[in-house]
């Protein structure tokens, strides 16, 4: 069964601190590895699609990553407008082709 | 415009009530899709519809009643529900092609409280 870990759990960052958070994944055959981001009361947004390891995608002061076991989302100098849960999605090649969710990580930037 | 509309945005029902949440997609895409998001747990797939054709029910419980008219439309018929229903509700679609299923894009979603 396809399985998706986030971590952690939470962080809270000053203005300008930069970190990373994490995405650990199993799933049969990766067919793409999605990153959204979440306002409160409202729905998730795309961000990134990521579908093979080594590969890379920028947005603003956000760098996605992946490798074969997870992905990391890299945050570069990050402002309270950064301040979001991050959700991490897979999708494997068997079955529906499910898209199977992580818990999130509930990111703060303080200014 | 946004792409996906859910309605209403809040909504406070009795356990022996019968309600109906609404979406519409303005994007063009060929999949709509209910999701269920509880507290500190992952998004919960519940229903997907594909050319307006259901193509997938996780185990959800009869008392949620999906309603697909076109490709546009998604409804979610609810009926005495429990306490442990109240969630936020929310609705995507997405374009299906030999890739498999392309990004989603969310509604803002319905938080549904059951009393």
């Known amino acids: 069964e396809d399985q998706v870990t986030q971590s952690p759990e939470a962080l809270r960052l000053q203005e300008g601190e930069s970190s990373s958070l994490n995405c650990s994944y199993t799933v049969s055959g990766l067919r793409g590895l999605f990153w959204y981001r979440q306002d409160p009361g409202k729905g998730p947004e795309f961000l990134f699609t990521?579908?093979?390891a080594g590969e890379e995608k920028e947005k603003e002061r956000l760098k996605a990553t992946l490798t074969k076991k997870e992905s990391f989302l890299h945050i570069t100098a990050p402002k309270p407008e950064d301040s979001a849960t991050y959700l991490c999605?897979?999708?494997?090649?068997?079955?529906?082709?499910?898209?199977?969710f992580g818990q999130g990580t509930r990111l703060t930037i303080n200014p | 415009e946004t792409g996906v509309t859910q309605t209403p945005r809040h909504l406070v029902m009795g356990m022996t009530n019968k309600k109906s949440l609404k979406c519409e997609q303005h994007?063009?895409?060929?999949?709509m899709y209910w999701y269920k998001q509880s507290a500190k747990k992952p998004l919960e797939l519940m229903f997907v519809?594909?050319?307006?054709?259901?193509?997938e029910n996780n185990s959800v419980p009869s008392r949620f009643s999906p309603e697909c008219p076109n490709s546009s439309h998604l409804f979610l018929h609810l009926h005495t529900l429990q306490p442990e229903d109240s969630a936020l509700y929310l609705c995507a679609s997405s374009q299906e092609s030999d890739r498999g299923r392309e990004k989603l894009f969310f509604g803002s979603g319905t938080q549904l409280s059951v009393l």
């Open positions: 990521l579908y093979s």
């Open positions: 999605a897979v999708q494997g090649r068997a079955g529906a082709q499910k898209l199977v």
């Open positions: 519809y594909n050319f307006k054709e259901q193509t």
């Open positions: 994007l063009g895409h060929n999949a």
